[in-house]
């Protein structure tokens, strides 16, 4: 599937800001499954200094610093990507969760050794008993690693309401799990929060979802969202990616951006400013599907 | 002390407190007693004795010290130990305790008999120590590198990528030299067989080196007879190698490369030993709103514009460097720095990353690693270490749990000491990577004074190495020895009670000594100006002189209406009172008092309510409050203000702070304080006016002094002309008093004080130092002299000030001299306002030229 992303950022500070240093993810990975076809960044104001890099977990990343005084800035991107269907491994076949578990256990053998980075707290991401207790009715004796995650992802979108006022982007874990309301990128949290507290290996998905007009409508330009899921690791297909707010597991009409070991690895646009008091942001996304 | 020691540290001050206890007490005597000190010195059964060997002898090493001090005898040495403590307090060093407002610098604790250790085993001590620095450096290198080490299971995953500390925005900075660790500290104890072995590393920050420095001028000044006999290593080669290697670094070898000294502020616990170090090696030490990131290059913001900066010596820890690639809720870091790091614009010492080996789960990997990075075996062992990430270690810990210390593996949050022995199980089991247990450790112990006596006392070592720039490093002859409060030696700790102890390596021949003066061989570039204040500083210096003058004004309105306040006709004094009364509450001492009329029908009430404007430290705006502000921006500045400075505020605070007690508390006790805050004031300002350099820090310090001045005053004038008394005599000799010029006036004039010839001297006599003329012109003499922020236009600041000077200037003296019915709405009184609405828009039109922080503010961790 062909797709033509445009994702735009718009800050209005309330105060002049002097000096701001950023750091953005915004450009689609390139993986076993994606390929990207082209990719534009444009800023304003104009930086002096631009230096695109990419990061410790292979995401591409700009940095980006603006030193004229300004009160808005704009950033622009634009990506053509095509997602081919991923060669779905059939869930029941995949090893028990418990042996997968226990290669993650010292010593790690030298091939998963990248895998295992994601076994650990993260930030935002912190493992508890409680939340091992939540997880093991889905991962339940000798359970297929990925029937159990599945099935997660299932309890994750029937226990928990999608409800965008209930948190922020500082909302802790723990308030989201009192609360069982949050959005994407709370759920994304809570599923890999559940499944390291199990001892596997999961990351952090950033990307863009396509979205089905209502029949019969047409389709709302700029109405599209970035998106947020997760991934676990099964050690014979590799990293298998599952979207608890839409209780699907993704393939053709999930793009990734960036992943990490939660949000702060791959917070689209992060920045520090010199002034700009308060500020609002304004963000569309469109996700395109060409034919 | 060799002078390199005592660079930068003012050493007129220094030889002037030597002198004083010299002559003071007749000297250092030498007398020999009958009785040995140390025959109640009691070695302790379990621990090994740093002094005497079992069979009661003294260690050889020891025996020149403890010979001198047999001859010095108890009451010589008890002298010793409070010249000592003296001196402590006279150089100000000083530690902060966390968490505790009242605990903010806190005494040094130093016990005045040094740690000594023999040189042969000293050597032993540098190599293992050498070659332990060399080794986490190289693991550094690797996790931060190629990870080979974990690829190849030479070092446990998890205890890099499960570590907090690991910084991934760091992996695979080009390091130049791969030298992660410019500083090394590690703390050493002696175990019962006589053993050195590591107890923990300090490879984030590794703090302490100050403090073993500040040690060495103490105590070698207390046994200065010993010091020299002993031949005592000289610390500052370290130091000089410590300069050597920073400079080195500089990416930019030009000849004004810049290091500075990267502090988390005041508060920090060691910020003492920040700014003394600062001093000594000779860098600027900055706070992270200090610097900031241009086109990938730090600077420093000066009054002057941006400087650049080259090297930056931290004391910040790592991940709060840089609030836009690290921890992002950081304010002590510069935004954008670890990208300037990143492309080789500027180098951070230790390198960022550096606290991951500081770990403790490290040390049970150590052996193996050595063996396998360095082809050595390791010299020098660690404490037992079991990391319970591994299984076999794992089952041993939780079998000893009883018999081993728990800690937690990484830097974290929770605290182990509470939990109960089944609930820690639970949770080792849950997350063994958190978990290490070590041995505990039994200290040796080393002679200490206290209550006059020689004790035992358990004593660890922190030792200091520096990068020396080739790859190698270089040990410190010396370090900290630090004393345990409590004789079991369970907790070694400054925040805790502990002492110190200088530590010395006697050498058998002179040792060299070295300075830091000259640094190198090339010709000195000599400067006069001091161009480099930062903002931040200017700004603290401009309020320290507001407060001083606050302090000044307010002790002399106060002293001058105790002083006229008779509790036999409270009533009748209330017009002659009512300007200087209504000035305090204009300036906010006595906020609201002209509102209580019935503080006048009640004689003890109202000397209570002046009482509460001196005494008082709830009390906004008390001299009390204002002498503490006094303090803690004198601390702001403290390296960049001299320790007389220092401690004549210090004195000031002190005082105020222990008033007798209440009911004892008479009007005239507090006349006695307030005329001896006075002193003191006046001290400090005779010491900023004869030793401060004319750059800018004083400038900005009398800007505030002048402004302050001229405020208070222009209050006090515009409430007498207000006042129905205004051309009262007695009034007119209160204002003559608060002013202190009473004498001038009286050899002008042989008649009562008028209000033409009090304005005239204390309104329009440039001459006068007190008056507001002479306040204004001084301003626009240093309004001259500051740096332009654009050269085009003229600054609002000296607008202001030209006028306030024409006004003044145009003060008709005929008007002046002619009686006036209502001088409330005089010509004269109209400028007196005018000049006191212009004041504070002065003080803003500095700040906003000047000092100008910017709040940061962050966006976007993001928007789903």
């Known amino acids: 599937m062909n797709y033509h992303i445009t994702h735009r950022t718009l800050y209005e500070y309330a105060a002049p800001v002097s000096v701001s240093h950023h750091v953005a993810r915004l450009e689609p990975l390139v993986t076993a499954t994606q390929s990207r076809e082209s990719f534009s960044l444009q800023i304003f104001p104009e930086p002096a200094l ?54 993650f256990r010292d010593p790690v053998s030298p091939e998963v050794v990248d895998a295992y980075q994601f076994v650990f707290d993260s930030p935002q991401v912190r493992a508890s008993q409680e939340l091992a207790e939540y997880a093991r009715e889905s991962f339940g004796k000798d359970t297929p690693l990925l029937v159990g995650a599945r099935d997660l992802t299932r309890r994750i979108f029937e226990d928990f309401k ?30 890999i929060a559940c ?30 969202a970035s998106h947020a899921w997760f991934r676990i690791f099964c050690p014979d297909t590799g990293w298998v990616d599952f979207d608890p707010t839409n209780n699907v597991q993704p393939a053709e009409e999930h793009i990734i951006v960036a992943y990490g070991r939660d949000y702060g690895d791959v917070s689209p646009v992060a920045g520090i400013l010199t002034g700009g008091g308060a500020h609002e942001v304004k963000v569309s996304v469109d996700v395109e599907p060409l034919e | 002390m060799s002078d390199a020691e005592n660079k930068n540290s003012n050493r007129d001050q220094m030889s002037q407190s030597q002198s004083q206890s010299a002559t003071g007490d007749t000297g250092f005597v030498k007398k020999a007693t009958p009785e040995s000190l140390l025959s109640r010195y009691k070695r302790s059964a379990g621990a090994f004795d740093e002094l005497l060997k079992a069979n009661g002898e003294i260690f050889p090493h020891y025996a020149r010290l403890f010979g001198e001090l047999e001859e010095f005898g108890a009451t010589e040495l008890a002298r010793r130990a409070d010249a000592c403590q003296r001196f402590v307090h006279e150089h100000g060093i000083t530690y902060n305790v966390y968490g505790d407002p009242r605990g903010m610098e806190r005494p040094w604790q130093l016990d005045p008999i040094p740690f000594v250790i023999a040189p042969e085993e000293w050597r032993l001590l540098e190599t293992g120590l050498i070659q332990r620095a060399t080794l986490l450096n190289k693991i550094l290198a690797d996790c931060y590198g190629a990870q080979e080490l974990i690829r190849s299971r030479w070092l446990s995953p998890a205890l890099v990528f499960g570590q907090p500390d690991f ?43 100050g403090y073993a420095l500040a040690n060495r001028l103490v105590t070698s000044r207390i046994l200065p007879e010993a010091f020299r006999d002993n031949h005592v290593h000289r610390l500052a080669g370290f130091f000089l190698a410590a300069q050597n290697s920073l400079a080195q670094l500089a990416p930019r070898q030009a000849e004004r490369a810049r290091v500075v000294m990267l502090t988390p502020g005041p508060h920090n616990e060691t910020y003492f030993e920040q700014a003394y170090l600062a001093r000594y090696l000779g860098y600027m030490l900055v706070e992270g709103q200090d610097l900031t990131v241009r086109d990938n290059h730090v600077f420093l913001k000066t009054l002057s514009g941006l400087e650049r900066v080259d090297v930056i010596l931290r004391r910040v820890d790592d991940d709060f460097c840089d609030p836009l690639e690290l921890i992002n809720n950081s304010i002590l870091g510069v935004p954008g720095l670890v990208e300037a790091v990143r492309a080789g614009n500027v180098v951070m010492a230790n390198a960022l990353g550096s606290g991951l080996v500081q770990s403790p789960a490290f040390m049970s990997f150590l052996p193996g690693l050595c063996d396998h990075l360095l082809g050595e075996k390791i010299k020098l062992p660690s404490v037992a270490t079991w990391w319970c990430g591994q299984k076999a270690a794992r089952e041993h810990v939780l079998k000893n749990l009883g018999r081993l210390v728990v800690k937690p593996a990484f830097r974290t949050h929770f605290k182990i000491a509470e939990a109960e022995r089944d609930e820690l199980k639970r949770r080792i089991e849950f997350d063994p990577d958190l978990f290490v247990a070590q041995e505990r450790v039994e200290l040796s112990t080393a002679p200490t004074w206290q209550k006059n006596s020689l004790t035992a006392q358990p004593v660890s070592l922190r030792v200091f190495l520096v990068a020396d720039g080739k790859g190698g490093y270089c040990l410190m002859p010396g370090g900290l020895a630090r004393v345990s409060p409590d004789s079991d030696g369970k907790f070694i700790s400054m925040q805790r009670g502990g002492s110190s102890k200088d530590t010395w390596i006697p050498s058998a021949t002179p040792v060299e000594e070295l300075t830091l003066l000259h640094g190198g061989n090339q010709n000195t570039e000599l400067r006069r100006t001091g161009n480099n204040l930062p903002s931040r500083l200017a700004d603290n210096f401009f309020w320290l002189g507001r407060y001083s003058e606050r302090a000044d004004a307010t002790s002399r309105l106060l002293r001058s209406a105790l002083l006229r306040f008779n509790p036999e006709r409270a009533g009748g004094a209330r017009p002659l009172l009512a300007p200087l009364l209504q000035t305090l509450e204009i300036q906010g001492q006595l906020p609201g008092i002209s509102t209580k009329p019935e503080l006048w029908a009640n004689a003890e009430a109202f000397e209570a309510e002046l009482l509460a404007a001196i005494f008082d430290p709830e009390r906004a705006g008390s001299l009390r409050q204002t002498a503490e502000q006094l303090q803690r921006l004198a601390m702001l500045v403290r390296d960049r203000t ?37 002193m003191g004031l006046a001290a400090f300002h005779g010491l900023a006016r004869e030793n401060m350099t004319r750059a800018q820090a004083w400038r900005f310090l009398d800007m505030g002094l002048r402004l302050e001045r001229a405020m208070y005053l222009c209050t006090l004038l515009d409430a007498t002309l207000r006042s129905s008394e205004a051309e009262n005599p007695s009034l007119l000799e209160a204002i003559l008093e608060v002013v202190d010029s009473s004498i001038t006036f009286r050899s002008r004039y042989n008649l009562l004080p008028t209000i033409p010839a009090v304005y005239d001297l204390v309104l329009l ?42 006004r003044l200037e145009r003060v008709d003296a005929r008007e002046l001299a002619s009686p006036s019915a209502n001088w409330q709405e005089s010509a004269l009184a109209a400028t007196i306002r005018e000049i006191l609405r212009a004041l504070p828009q002065l003080s803003d039109a500095i700040a906003a030229s000047y000092f100008a922080h910017s709040a940061i503010s962050r966006t976007g961790r993001g928007e789903m």
């Open chain 2, 167 to 209: 910084l991934r925005p760091c992996h695979g900075i080009k390091i130049p030299g791969d030298t992660f660790l410019h500083f090394y500290a590690a703390d050493l104890s002696r175990s019962p067989d006589g053993r050195w072995f590591v107890v923990s590393d300090r490879t984030q920050i590794p703090t302490g080196a």
């Open chain 1, 195 to 224: 499944l390291r507290s199990l001892g596997l290996p999961a990351r952090y998905v950033s990307g863009y979802l396509r979205t089905h007009p209502p029949a019969g409508k047409p389709r709302l330009v700029g109405a599209d």
């Open chain 2, 642 to 678: 001299s320790n007389d400075m220092w401690r004549v505020l210090s004195q000031i605070d002190d005082r105020l702070a222990t008033p007798p007690p209440k009911q004892v508390m008479l009007a005239g006790d507090a006349v006695g304080v307030l005329n001896q805050t006075l």
């Open chain 2, 765 to 806: 006599d440039d001459k006068n130092p007190r008056s507001v003329l002479f306040q204004i012109k001084q301003l626009v003499k240093h309004f001259d002299k500051l740096p332009k922020e654009r050269s085009d236009t003229a600054s609002p600041g000296k607008t202001i000030l030209e006028n306030c000077l024409s």
């Open chain 1, 162 to 191: 999608f409800d965008p006022r209930a948190t922020n982007v500082a909302t802790p874990l723990e308030e989201v799990w009192v609360k069982r309301r949050g959005v994407c990128q709370d759920f994304a949290h809570f599923g």
């Open chain 1, 50 to 103: 631009r230096k695109a890099r990419t990061d410790y977990f292979g995401n591409q990343l700009c940095f980006f610093a603006i030193q004229e005084i300004h009160s808005k800035l704009e950033i622009i991107t634009s990506s053509r990507v095509t997602v081919s269907p991923k060669n779905s491994s059939q869930n029941e076949s995949t090893a028990p969760w418990e042996s997968v578990a226990e290669m």
